[in-house]
């Protein structure tokens, strides 16, 4: 994982008020997380178009079990 | 892209006619059950704390009226020297005939002034203003009006708590005419039929007839209910729309005309959700200052009447006064996009106001 995959995680964790500073890691499965709904879904896909330049549609999001999972599917994270 | 440049054209007037019933967030208690702060985390998430709808038996074309009829009430518009109506509106009374038409009878307007209506939601306030200005440069015999609204909460199952909190109904009325003096409007404007699935009632016109299987109730993965006769729309592909169009179109734009956006005071977008807001600011780098969103805080979203909406409720007295060079843009159902850059004003009247009944 690049930088960049450890700053969306830190940025996800400032941007979504059900989440605690420094928590977030690559195993982590976000949709089991207590509070996960549609807006914190919705706030991901943002989170992650401002930091990888890049787009998750609703379904791929669905398909991730993992943030490690979602991270790999940034452009420049592939083969890291 | 499809781009466009008009000069001479100008708006005289704008009227917001919003529904009767208030409705804070605080009250949509029964839609969220036993979980309060998720109704208070929907609520700072999108935005809306109060909501105006119209109840059963008031429709667009009521609300519409309400805001022609005051428009001449306060002499700023001279029916009979209408040249066309232009009713912008996905909730007719009828398929058949159209508002415009409906309208024009309503308000005994000349056999000489032509009318029709356009099917756009939330981009239909740019999409009239951009009918509207090719009518009065292709001869118009008079000013337009331009009509412009929904009950879009009619379309909304009661039980559906992603869409519900968000709507309001409401609808604008403005005339536009030719003005020598008026500044240049640059437009743009887009479709991605493509997406059409993304925001759709997919059943109760003709493709697939109401009753029947078209009104049996599902209740999907998160709770929502909803038949096929009401809204539909999905959030994310709407999100990621937004934000892969949104920013490059007003970039474009603004590139095009050659306006610094720097000269523009207002960047005045659809007020679908404040998220989506926050989200286009940023991207667009430019301050939330910039980017009006009381009136979604205080009316919801109103559709194809939010931009206006904006007009009249955070802008009305600086439009009254002076010109302003603003940036009004709309994004959803289509999926269609578009936006328009240029000197609004001044408007020799400008307001909102609640429907009052007859």
Not at chain 1, 16 to 26: S, V
Not at chain 2, 140 to 147: D, F, K, R
Not at chain 2, 207 to 225: F, L, Y
Request: with cysteine; glycine share 10%; aromatic share 8%.
């Amino acid at each position: 994982m690049t930088d960049k995959g450890t700053k969306f995680m830190r940025e996800l964790e400032e941007t979504l008020d059900i989440l605690q500073e420094d928590t977030l890691t690559p195993e982590t499965r976000f949709r089991e997380l207590p509070g996960w709904d549609s807006l914190a879904s919705l706030t991901t896909l943002s989170v992650f178009d401002e930091i990888f330049s890049h787009q998750v549609s609703g379904e791929e999001l669905k398909n991730c079990e993992t943030l490690g999972e979602l991270i790999s599917l940034a452009p420049e994270e592939k083969g890291q | 892209m499809a781009k466009a440049k008009f000069e001479g054209i100008s708006v005289k007037s704008v009227a917001v006619c919003h529904g009767p019933l208030k409705r804070t967030a605080e009250e949509e208690t029964e839609l969220f059950a036993g979980a309060p702060e998720q109704l208070q985390r929907v609520r700072d998430f999108v935005g809306i704390h109060t909501r105006w709808l119209a109840p059963r038996g008031v429709t667009t074309l009521d609300l519409g009226e309400k805001a022609v009829r005051r428009l001449v009430a306060e002499g700023v518009l001279d029916l009979e020297k209408l040249g066309a109506i232009v009713f912008v509106t996905q909730t007719p009374d009828h398929f058949q005939p159209a508002n415009a038409n409906l309208l024009h009878g309503r308000l005994r307007l000349s056999k000489e002034v032509l009318a029709f209506d356009v099917n756009q939601g939330c981009s239909g306030w740019i999409y009239g203003l951009y009918l509207a200005a090719s009518l009065l440069a292709g001869g118009s015999s008079g000013p337009v009006l331009l009509v412009s609204g929904d009950t879009v909460s009619q379309c909304i199952h009661p039980r559906d708590r992603t869409l519900r909190p968000l709507f309001s109904d409401a609808c604008a009325a403005a005339v536009i005419e030719k003005d020598d003096r008026g500044k240049p409007w640059y437009f743009d404007l887009c479709s991605d039929g493509q997406g059409a699935g993304a925001i759709c009632i997919p059943a109760g016109a003709h493709r697939q007839p109401p009753g029947g299987a078209s009104a049996e109730e599902k209740t999907d993965a998160e709770g929502n209910v909803r038949s096929a006769e009401n809204l539909f729309m999905d959030g994310m592909e709407v999100f990621n729309f937004t934000l892969r169009e949104e920013p490059r179109a007003v970039k474009g734009l603004l590139d095009w005309a050659a306006i610094d956006p720097g000269e523009v005071e207002a960047f005045v977008f659809h007020q679908a959700n404040l998220f989506i807001l926050q989200n286009l600011a940023k991207r667009l780098k430019i301050p939330m200052e910039k980017v009006p969103h009381q009136t979604l805080r205080d009316f919801g979203n109103q559709s194809s009447a939010s931009v206006p909406a904006v007009w009249c409720y955070e802008w009305s007295d600086t439009l009254q006064k002076r010109g302003v060079t603003m940036l009004s843009s709309g994004f959803g159902v289509g999926l269609s996009w578009a936006s328009l850059v240029g000197e609004i004003g001044p408007l020799s009247w400008a307001g909102i106001f609640p429907y009052d009944g007859d």
